[in-house]
């Protein structure tokens, strides 16, 4: 499992979930299963991205 955390401040949400739309469909095109963005509720700022990786 891979899991990678971002700092995002508010201002940037809507250009960072853009992104990660994209980097999502990269990733499973390349094998990742089970990819999830969350964010965490006590510190807002704070994403982290989960995926399973046969090839890392």
Same mark, same amino acid.
């Given at each position: 499992?891979?899991?990678?955390?971002?700092?995002?401040?508010?201002?940037?949400?809507?250009?960072?979930?853009?992104?990660?739309?994209? !980097?999502?469909?990269?990733?499973? *095109?390349?094998?990742? !299963?089970?990819?999830?963005?969350?964010?965490?509720?006590?510190?807002?700022? *704070?994403?982290?991205?989960?995926? !399973?990786?046969?090839?890392?």
């Amino acid at each position: 499992m891979i899991k990678i955390e971002y700092q995002i401040s508010p201002e940037n949400v809507d250009a960072f979930l853009g992104l990660m739309r994209d !980097r999502r469909r990269v990733q499973t *095109r390349v094998g990742a !299963r089970q990819w999830t963005l969350l964010r965490d509720l006590q510190a807002p700022f *704070r994403w982290t991205e989960t995926f !399973r990786s046969p090839t890392w």
